[in-house]
């Protein structure tokens, strides 16, 4: 079936380590994003990506890198350089042709920081 | 700054009641909002409203959009324990970049609580 796929849905991660969060998708769509939700928040877009091989910051990149080198994979990167990166990360991904409705999103990924 | 503001931001009924979620927003280039359910993890789909008056419906959910005061409601009548979630509600800006496509701005979302 097609779908969005997480991994992994737990991570526990030291200060001062980078973790990599992935996130593939079989739906053929052009237009990949993170987010990420904090208690009593809304989803907060970190990275997008529109087309393979691009991407763009969204509100929250700071301390976070993503790629884009294929259509199904679009992997995040916490850094040590993000200060509070506990939090449940959101993978999404969009047929452009058919508008937001069609966003499809991934079982998402806790990770702590210890 | 875009914004989009949900109220309550809580909210606790019991089974049988109706519940109406309000949705407000400023954005520029306005192309859609979107209401999602969260329960566990991944927000599910709705309702995409982009057109003023225009009610959507399905079962006992309902929604409608006034693009004239900028704001949203969804309508949930006789509640069950089942609508417990998170209501997310979304919309969608041109964006900068120059793609034909919106980003999406979420609000921080009501939390539901149905009561048997």
């Known amino acids: 079936d097609g779908g969005i796929t997480q991994s992994p849905k737990y991570l526990f991660r030291k200060e001062g380590q980078n973790v990599t969060l992935s996130c593939e998708q079989n739906?053929?769509?052009?237009?990949m994003y993170w987010y990420r939700q904090d208690p009593g928040q809304g989803l907060r877009l970190i990275y997008y990506?529109?087309?393979?091989?691009?991407?763009q910051k969204g509100d929250i990149a700071e301390g976070y890198s993503v790629s884009r080198e294929k259509k199904e994979s679009f992997p995040l990167t916490v850094t040590s350089a993000q200060k509070n990166p506990t939090a449940f990360y959101l993978c999404?991904?969009?047929?452009?042709?058919?508008?937001?409705?069609?966003?499809?999103f991934g079982e998402g990924s806790w990770l702590t920081v210890v | 700054e875009d914004k989009v503001v949900q109220s309550p931001l809580s909210l606790v009924v019991h089974e049988g009641d109706t519940v109406t979620l309000n949705c407000s927003y400023e954005?520029?280039?306005?192309?859609?909002l979107l209401w999602y359910k969260q329960e566990k993890k991944a927000p599910t789909f709705l309702f995409m409203l982009?057109?003023?008056?225009i009610e959507k419906k399905s079962g006992r959910l309902s929604s409608i959009l006034d693009k004239k005061e900028l704001f949203s409601i969804l309508n949930i009548t006789a509640t069950q324990t089942g609508d417990s979630a998170v209501y997310l509600c979304?919309?969608?800006?041109?964006?900068?970049?120059?793609?034909?496509?919106?980003?999406?701005?979420f609000g921080k979302g009501t939390k539901l609580s149905v009561k048997p």
């Open positions: 999404a991904s969009r047929d452009d042709d058919l508008g937001g409705n069609t966003i499809y």
């Open positions: 739906l053929n769509h052009d237009a």
């Open positions: 990506s529109q087309i393979v091989n691009d991407f």
């Open positions: 954005v520029t280039n306005f192309r859609s």
């Open positions: 982009t057109s003023s008056g």
């Open positions: 979304a919309v969608e800006a041109g964006w900068n970049y120059g793609g034909s496509q919106g980003n999406l701005i």
